[in-house]
């Protein structure tokens, strides 16, 4: 079993819609949780971070955290052809682990016009 | 401004010929990782750096070598490059400490071509 796992996709939202994309870790340890937007040829931005079970909310981004279901997501509101990219969830490492983050392999997403 | 740079950005070379590829950030983090990226494997961790004189290897560390000898520097090392090592390269930094020091910044990339 994948530590974090991301469906591939591609997923595709009109403009304006609601993206969701989801993300599972299986060590129940994993203290952080990250998204990471990555452009085609580029590198890895940080856009969200979370910590504790609930949701946090940055502009049209919210994060999703349920520690229990071991279940991570992002949602993007109102989406704009700017959001097409690659969404990387990466979660901490338990306490111990020097090698900190492991990363999903990402969701592709487009959004259409 | 807060940045990781990476050097060259793009490289072809022949196979077995040595080359160094550059990292350098300015934020004084603690912890430095080069990663790989190929296409239906993610990121794969090569080696990190906890601080100076400290690394370790990561998930794919074979046919590399680190080196952390200033706070600000992990020049990733190709002794003898072969052509599975063509790839996209990411450094990526973090504080290491504090309630974000697990928040990695990635530098631009370098795409590596191993003919």
């Known amino acids: 079993q994948k530590e974090v796992e991301q469906n591939s996709g591609p997923l595709s939202v009109p403009e304006g819609a609601i993206a969701s994309l989801n993300c599972t870790y299986s060590?129940?340890?994993?203290?952080?949780f990250f998204w990471y937007r990555q452009y085609s040829g580029k590198s890895p931005e940080l856009i969200m971070s979370i910590y504790s079970n609930g949701d946090k909310e940055d502009g049209r981004f919210t994060a999703q955290l349920n520690k229990a279901s071991q279940y991570v997501s992002l949602l993007i509101r109102d989406s704009q052809p700017s959001d097409s990219a690659t969404y990387l969830c990466?979660?901490?490492?338990?306490?111990?682990?020097?090698?900190?983050?492991?990363f999903g392999s990402g969701t592709q997403l487009t959004v259409l016009p | 401004e807060a940045q990781v740079t990476q050097n060259p950005r793009y490289l072809i070379t022949v196979t077995g010929k040595k080359l160094t590829v550059t990292c350098s950030q300015n934020m004084n983090h603690e912890y430095m990782s080069w990663y790989r990226q190929d296409p239906g494997l993610g990121l794969r961790q090569i080696y990190y750096?906890?601080?100076?004189?400290?690394?370790d290897k990561g998930d794919v560390p074979e046919g590399y070598k680190v080196s952390r000898k200033e706070k600000r520097n992990f020049p990733l090392i190709l002794e003898s490059p072969s052509p599975n090592q063509t790839s996209l390269y990411f450094c990526a930094s973090s504080p290491g400490l504090g309630s974000k020091g697990y928040e990695q910044y990635f530098g631009p990339g370098t795409r590596l071509t191993v003919t």
């Open positions: 750096s906890m601080n100076v004189e400290v690394t």
């Open positions: 990466a979660v901490r490492n338990p306490t111990g682990s020097a090698r900190q983050l492991t």
């Open positions: 060590d129940r340890g994993s203290q952080s």
